[in-house]
């Protein structure tokens, strides 16, 4: 688990929220999703002493209720889509604090391989097919006409 | 035995079948099994106007098709293993790419699939119904599903050994087959061989159905729902089970994290293969690999009865 500390100090609740998708920016590539800059369900969980409030006003320009806000957001890495949760407290229209926690998928991956991969292997060296002696070859489904043809196609267009 | 095995061989839901037989199969059976096949593809086609799935792409709600369930409950099984990288309503991310219905190949850039599809789609009270416009792709395991009805209507008509090979995803009765693992870079080399008997080995990989993006750059089919984008890190997918739905919805996962864990709950065994050329699989794999000697763990593929290694 990731744990950044963040934002000592006070700042406004629209500045801290689109903050909180510019962390998603940092942390990774393409931020994917959007909730992050949605205040939504006040979070029950939280170790916060602040009364949990009601929910987020909707529009920009209102005032925020009091309370603490959590949301998720996600950016894309070539292995996985990484989460972080963002937690919010307000009070007056004022961040008084922020958090945010992330649980890497890829440590879970690691996780998986002790458990549940057999084996791995850096190299293959592979065969010939025409050198060894199998019935049939399986391997990503064989494309039909109507496919090949459009390929070559947008190849033909692309090239001209 | 004593016949010449006999191949037939058609196109059909965009790809090529071979299916061999110790006797030839009577006109009958055939068209039994060309109906078959063409019953499903009308429910199940994303690729054509008049399925069942097409007629869905507004919302509303039809009769179930028979196989609904047992494809959608696999599917939300790999979409819960997957934390959402494989999801039902797909189709709209492929078409976004441009591997729709007309294969135009035209790249709009990626879509993110729906990820609350749990809650727009449903398919338990004798409906499958879409409250939104979206578009159902069974993917991968439809076509393990359809592979297991034509197994069955051949089993049924013919007794002895029998094949069904829809191009690369294969289920096998009777006398064991050697199946070679298509190396995904080089159609003409196998990583390796595995010995199948009355089961399915069903495979995936990216390298041929892509096409080129709006930027040059190479997109494939296999998409991660919760980007809209294709998988980068793996190259190709094998796995054994009994039936090629659940071998092929095993290749699906092997593509994300959550796919090794959910083989394991269900005793497939697989291999698969990194983009940059690294090889794993599952533990007590039956694969014979053709790998180096620098094996990272123990428990190195099997015995190797049939390895032709030299």
């Known amino acids: 688990m990731i744990r950044t500390a963040l934002a000592s100090r006070p700042v406004r609740a629209g500045a801290a929220l689109t903050a909180v998708a510019g962390i998603a920016l940092l942390a990774g590539c393409a931020p994917t999703a959007s909730e992050a800059e949605e205040p939504t369900t006040p979070d029950t969980g939280s170790s916060s002493t602040s009364d949990t409030g009601s929910t987020g006003s909707d529009s920009g320009s209102g005032s925020y209720a009091d309370g603490t806000y959590t949301a998720e957001g996600s950016y894309a890495t070539p292995e996985s889509v990484e989460t972080i ?76 | 035995m004593t016949a010449a095995p006999v191949p037939w061989r058609f196109d059909a839901i965009g790809t090529t079948w071979e299916i061999v037989t110790e006797r030839a199969l009577p006109a009958a059976v055939r068209d039994e099994v060309t109906g078959r096949i063409d019953a499903f593809d009308r429910e199940w086609s994303r690729f054509r106007a008049d399925s069942a799935v097409s007629a869905l792409r507004g919302g509303g709600a039809i009769p179930a098709p028979e196989d609904a369930a047992a494809m959608l409950d696999a599917l939300a099984a790999l979409s819960e293993a997957t934390g959402g990288a494989v999801n039902p309503l797909i189709g709209g991310s492929l078409d976004a790419l441009g591997y729709d219905a007309g294969y135009s190949f035209h790249d709009a850039g990626p879509v993110a699939a729906p990820g609350d599809w749990r809650e727009r789609l449903s398919w338990h009270d004798g409906h499958l119904a879409l409250s939104q416009p979206a578009t159902i792709d069974v993917g991968a395991l439809g076509k393990g599903r359809l592979v297991d009805l ?161």
């Open chain 2, 150 to 310: 034509v197994l069955a209507a051949l089993q049924q008509a013919m007794p002895g050994d029998i094949t069904v090979d829809a191009g690369g995803d294969l289920a096998v009765r009777g006398r064991p087959q050697r199946i070679g693992l298509e190396h995904p870079f080089d159609p003409r080399r196998v990583i390796g061989v595995w010995e199948v008997t009355d089961a399915a080995l069903c495979a995936s990989a990216i390298n041929r159905r892509a096409w080129p993006s709006a930027t040059g750059a190479t997109l494939h089919h296999v998409l991660d729902a919760r980007t809209g984008q294709p998988v980068r890190t793996i190259a190709a997918t094998w796995a054994v089970a009994p039936d090629a739905m659940t071998a092929d919805a095993v290749t699906t996962a092997l593509f994300f994290d959550g796919g090794p864990r959910l083989a394991h709950e269900w005793g497939v065994q697989w291999v698969r293969m990194t983009t940059d050329g690294r090889v794993e699989w599952s533990p007590g794999c039956g694969a014979d690999l053709f790998v180096g000697t620098d094996v990272e763990r123990g428990n190195a593929p099997a015995s190797r009865p049939n390895s032709l290694e030299r």
């Open chain 1, 85 to 160: 949760t963002v937690t919010v407290t307000l009070q007056d229209d004022i961040v008084t604090d922020v958090e945010v926690t992330g649980d890497p998928q890829k440590r879970e991956s690691e996780q998986y391989q002790s458990q549940f991969i057999g084996g791995i292997a850096d190299v293959v060296e592979g065969q010939d097919i025409d050198d060894i002696q199998v019935s049939r070859v399986a391997g990503s489904s064989l494309t039909s006409g109507g496919f090949n043809e459009a390929i070559e196609t947008i190849k033909s267009e692309a090239a001209s």
